[in-house]
């Protein structure tokens, strides 16, 4: 059975083709980018649609199908952007109407989490997703997903990109940060904010924008990783430690920073846990998680009509 998934929660556009096998036949994507920083709606919208084309053939190509060989259609329902979500869910449902195959909404956190038990050897992981507008600690506990700690305020990308925006070094900005703060050596204390299981980043940006073009920028970004990565550590720790799982696994757009990953495998390994990390094409958004958990809920009889496919922009991770 051969699943093609289409994920469009926000800057990226991605199809991605598996199989029953756990094969990942193609995974592709492309995604809006902004010199002048961060995300405009329906810029975001004009972007997916104009590469939907390529991105479909580009996709069939590399797996070696047609698109008669699909067997189902799988589409991030949500959470996400509402513009970036609906051209998905759009094309989503236009295939399985075309080419008559069922139609399969995800939930785009929950993808993140099931990519990476499907790659790796992690049976039961406890995952720290994070990307752009997501920062969750989600575990499967007592027959659902919960989430263990999170963000109060913005996703840990979307702190790294607006902190970028405004020391003007473009959009995303997680990738430049991670570069510089390799150059810095000097630690700048910046509030650490954790309450309870939760972290809050708003007041750190504000705390940082003060401090833009009085100290050195590699300085601050290397002072900002080192602090908001403990924050976000300490809490994932506490959850494995309320669990009692002993598997981490990282995701999300921020899970590529090499900094996050070296903090986190110290931080697994101290515990005798151990820390997953996937290639970097599947902790950024991609259409491969998305036909994967799409072919696993199918299997599941979990399968929506045209009716039941609107996009759910808060669809939470914990009323799935
Ligand atoms: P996603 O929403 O999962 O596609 O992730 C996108 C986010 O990941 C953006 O906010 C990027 O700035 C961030 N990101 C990508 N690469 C890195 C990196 N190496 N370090 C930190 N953040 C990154
Ligand atoms: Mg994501």
Redesign the pocket.
Known sequence: MISLGIES????FGIGIVNEKKQVLANVRN?YSNPQGGMIPNELAEHHISVFKQVFKEALARASIKAKDIDIISFSQGPGIGHALRVGAVFARSLALLLDKPLIGVNHCIA?LEIGKMLTEAKDPVLLY?????TQIIAFESGKYRIFGETLDM???????TF?REAGIG?????????LAQKGSNYIELPYVIKGMDISLGGILTNLKSKLNKYPLEDLCYSL?ETVFSMILEATERAMAHTGKNELLL??????????QEMARIMAEERNAKCYVLP?EF????GAMIAWLGLVNYKKGNQLTIEESKIKPYWRTDEV
């Open positions: 929660t926000a800057h990226t995604s993140h994070v990307s752009g507008a997501n996703g840990l990308g979307n702190f790294l990109d970028a959009f995303p900005g997680g990738p430049v940060i991670d570069k990783q995701g999300g757009g921020v899970a590529c920073n090499r900094r996050l970097n902790n950024v958004d991609n």
